[in-house]
C-alpha cells in the first residue's frame, strides 16, 4: 500500500466526500419546507386535542368528587 501525505490525503477526502452530496434544488427545498410545516401544525391540533379531552376527562372526574376536591 503506498504512502500518501497527510495533505494528499485530506484532499482527496474532500474530493471524494463533495462529489458525493446531492444538494436539493429549490423545487425540493420549497416542498419539503410545506411538508413539514402541514405535518406540524396536524401534530400541534392533534396534541391540543388530546390534551383538551384528556382536561375534560379530569375535570368531569374532580366534579364527581365534589366541591371539596376542587
Excluded at 463533495?18 to 413539514?36: A, D, G, L, N, Y
Excluded at 386535542?49 to 376527562?57: E, P
Amino acid at each position: 500500500m503506498a504512502k500518501v501525505s497527510v495533505g494528499e490525503f485530506v484532499r482527496q477526502v474532500k474530493t471524494e466526500g463533495f462529489e458525493k452530496i446531492h444538494w436539493p434544488s429549490r423545487q425540493e427545498t420549497f416542498r419539503t419546507t410545506v411538508m413539514v410545516l402541514i405535518m406540524t401544525g396536524m401534530l400541534a391540533l392533534f396534541f391540543f386535542a388530546t390534551d383538551a379531552m384528556f382536561s375534560a376527562i379530569v375535570q368531569f372526574l374532580l366534579g364527581l368528587l365534589g366541591p371539596a376536591a376542587a
